[in-house]
Each structure stands twice: as C-alpha cells, then as structure tokens.
C-alpha cells in the first residue's frame, strides 16, 4: 500500500510526520514498513544513516528514492501489497513525475498551518491531486497548532478542506516534535500523537489493509 506524506508548502511538517507514522505503525501496530524518501534534500536518509551509525536498531528501512525512479519502483512495491510505504514527497507540485505517483497513491496524508500562505499552498495541492486521482482518499492534519493562539479561520479553512477529504485531530507545536528520529517518536509527546495517529488508522487504513489482504487470499486461491 502506498501512502504519501505531502504539501507544497516547506516545513509543513512532512518529513516529522512521515517518520512519526512509521514509527507508529511499526511498534504499536506491528506493520511492515518501508520509508522512500523523496525530499530532495533527502533529510530522512541522512538522519537514518546517522542512526544506524549509533546502532541503534532498524525497525524500517528508509531508502533514497526519485520521482524519475519510481516508475522502476512500482512493479517492486506492488510485490508485496500489504506492506505499507511511506512516502516523504517534495515541497513542489511542478513535476511530471508527481502524477504517476498520485495515481497510485492509495492514501495521501497532508499536514498544515492554520495561517493563510499555508492554507492556499494546501488547496492547490488538493486541487492538483483531486485532478489526478479523484478517487483519492486525503487527510489533512493541522500541525504546529499553539494553545494560546485563537486561530479566525480555523472553522473555515476546515470546512474547506472537507471539500476535498478528512480533517484529522490536532497535533500542537511542542519542540519535543524536532526530537522525532528514525526508530523513535519521544516519550514526552507519544500521548499528543496517538490519538491522531489512532484515528488515521481506524478509519483510513485498517479497512484498506483488510481490503488488501483479502485480495492477497483470492489471489493465492487461484494458484
Ligand atoms: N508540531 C511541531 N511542533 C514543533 N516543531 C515542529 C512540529 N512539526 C514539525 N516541526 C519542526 O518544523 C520543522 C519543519 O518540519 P519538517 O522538516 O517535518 O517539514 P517538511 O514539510 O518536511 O519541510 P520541507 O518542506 O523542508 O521538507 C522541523 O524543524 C521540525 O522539527
Ligand atoms: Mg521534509
């Protein structure tokens, strides 16, 4: 199964939230996971290199991918199904290489600001891949949300968005969230995560997983 992780707008919170998930998915759900990471930057690679140079242990491999490579990649992914890859995408919507990606895509999850230049930087993201792939199925995660601040167009920029998916829980700007490694989400902010992380999996995977399992068994009854 192939997630994407994605928003044109830099710092949204991406890479965090793609290693969170992995993270989450891997210990408290016992999911087969593989990272590609697709930033250019390649952020996530780095700091996976840096961990296994501690030896710390590898619940996940996080490997170096290209949009241009992913065509090569499909057939790969497609051989084990139930497996879930995350993808860390690019902060830019002007590549080709992006539609054969949002059309496989079976799930996008998309974090975002409540302030105004990351609101229209998550529409026109949501635009272009409901354009690709209208059947797409998309979270948006508002990430970085102060407690203290009283956000005006929070209920509108919602409603927005529920145009064109879900609206999932919350996550607060906390600074423990720049702690996020490969292998492990810190202790302090695990229970600010969870629930969102929960609700992500109940109701957009699970049945996607199940769906994809119970295809895998039809399959292997044909043999
Ligand atoms: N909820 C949060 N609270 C505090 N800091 C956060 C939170 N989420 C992300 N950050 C920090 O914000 C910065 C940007 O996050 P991240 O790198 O995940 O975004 P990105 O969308 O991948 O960025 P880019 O577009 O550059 O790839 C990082 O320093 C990260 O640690
Ligand atoms: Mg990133």
Known sequence: MII??????GGAGKSTLTLMLANYLCTEKQCRVTVLDMDYQQSLVQKFQRAKLLENPEAYQVIAASLEKFSDLYPLLQENPEDLVLIDLPGKLDDDGLIPLFQSANL???PFGYDEFSFKSTVLFAVVLNKINPEIDIVFVPNRVKANVRYETREEVDEQLRKFGAVAGALPDRVD????????TPEAIRPVIRPVLDQIFVTHLSFLMDDLS????????HE
């Open 177 to 184: 969230f720049q702690r996020v490694s490969t292998f492990s």
């Open 108 to 110: 996008v999850i998309c």
């Open 4 to 9: 994407l992780i994605g928003n044109q707008k």
């Open 214 to 221: 119970a295809n895998d068994l039809t399959a292997h009854d």
